[in-house]
């Protein structure tokens, strides 16, 4: 008896064993999927590129579980495409200790410094872009802003082709060769991309948001008056989607329903000089040149780098009678015209000769003298990086910074 009560005891033992362990291996995989659920939500926020909400799941994610080196890169790569480079450091190095991707380690050490100017690409990294795999792909997105900010736009565009072949659908890889394209002025293969931004992404506003304005280029106003009233479904209340319809009704002659669109838009604002610009139009177009004078200077004021209202402001004052003065505004239209061209040229020669410090200043300073202050200052500090000794574009930088200029 004795006996038969040990064995009944010891197979309860055990069977309790039994329990306790199957509990405790469902509660580790249970922990293990709840603490991977920020994983996946900072990979997907990552893919998005919204990096601001990737950092914070991955900060979740490796506050429970801080040796996984998956999501330790991860963070690393997040915080650099933040340009918070400290914190990507930091991340690269605890991942390296805890014994991560010895090559993907390496290679966002090398997108770091190529992020933050401190050195061009190197041949290996152009080398390693091309392989069939996911670390390519990450190379290729830094190697393509690298060249756009660097304006290296042929080169952007190889790899952007190169990027989209692997991945035809990528929105943000359509909308950056649609950018390339408009920098070319070849406005048809833009739009042809930013159709096929909105075909696979149709829920995403801002593609279609671009789509519509390139239409008004280079495609026809009734076809860009469809997307902007799919656009007002669910914007309606947005500036630019008012004011595309707009557009868009005084092309195709509606000019009332153009007006009473002009007239229910906010203008205090620097950023508003086309919607001027085009109450002057609508103006001329219904034989108003009174009306369209005050608009048009106006839209001159708010944006006295732009040559199509430089123009309109002469034709209006032609009207007038104003001879001279529409004379002075011909002449500073043509003036913008010889800038646009000829820094239209200085940026084809650069696809050339991307390291001619010269060619650097010198579209810099045309890009500043007509009002396009970021991209100026680009091209001028990279024109010193080429030539520290290049005089021009540091007494330039000076100058912008309100500095006096150097020596």
């Known amino acids: 008896m004795p006996g038969a009560v040990r064995r009944i005891i010891g197979k309860r033992f055990t069977i309790a064993l039994l329990v306790v362990a199957a509990l ?3 509660g580790w995989a249970s922990w293990r999927w709840w603490t991977g659920q920020f994983l996946r939500q900072g990979e997907e926020a990552f893919a998005a590129r919204a990096f601001g909400k990737a950092k914070e799941h991955l900060a979740l994610y490796l506050s429970y579980r801080p040796d996984d080196t998956r999501g330790r890169l991860l963070a690393a790569r997040t915080a650099r495409r933040l340009r918070e480079y400290d914190e990507a450091l930091e991340h690269l190095r605890r991942c390296r200790a805890d014994g991560g991707d010895a090559e993907a380690i390496t290679v966002e050490y090398a997108l ?6 401190t050195e061009g690409p190197d041949e290996a990294l152009r080398r390693r872009a091309l392989a069939q795999d996911e670390l390519a792909l990450v190379i290729l997105e830094t190697l393509i802003q ?4 660097t304006y290296q736009l042929r080169q952007a565009q190889q790899d952007l082709n190169l990027y989209l072949s692997r991945r035809p659908d990528d929105l943000h890889a359509l909308l950056g060769r649609a950018y390339v394209w408009e920098r070319f002025l070849n406005f048809a293969d833009a739009l042809l991309d930013y159709q096929k931004a909105v075909a696979a992404h149709p829920r995403d506003d801002r593609a279609r948001l671009r789509l519509a304005d390139t239409l008004l280029i280079a495609g026809t106003p009734e076809e860009a008056l ?19 319809l707009a557009r868009c009704r005084r092309r195709l002659g509606q000019l009332e329903e153009a007006r009473q669109e002009l007239d229910a838009l906010p203008a205090d604002g620097p950023e508003y000089g086309e919607l001027f610009w085009e109450r002057g139009l609508l103006a001329l177009d219904q034989s108003r040149p009174q009306d369209a ?24 004052l032609l009207e007038l009678g104003q ?9 500073r239209a043509d003036q913008l015209d010889a800038d646009v061209r000829r820094l239209h040229q200085v940026c084809q020669e650069v696809q050339q000769r991307p390291n ?4 650097r200043c ?7 003298r007509n009002g396009e202050q970021l991209e100026g200052l680009r091209w001028l500090r990279l024109a010193l990086r080429l030539d520290p000794n290049c005089s021009a574009a540091r007494q330039a930088l000076a100058a912008a910074a309100g500095a006096r200029p150097a020596n």
């Open 226 to 244: 469809e997307q902007y009233e799919h656009l007002a479904q669910r914007w309606p209340e947005k500036f630019e989607v008012r004011f595309g």
């Open 24 to 26: 405790a291996a469902g």
């Open 146 to 149: 690298y060249d756009i900010d």
């Open 112 to 117: 770091i410094n190529l992020q933050r100017g």
């Open 356 to 359: 001619d410090a010269t060619l």
């Open 293 to 316: 004078e005050p608009a048009l200077r106006r839209a001159a004021s708010l944006r006295p780098h732009d040559r199509r209202i430089c123009y309109s402001l002469s034709r209006c």
């Open 362 to 368: 010198e579209g810099g300073l045309l890009f500043l």
């Open 323 to 331: 001879r001279e003065e529409a004379q002075t505004w011909s002449a």
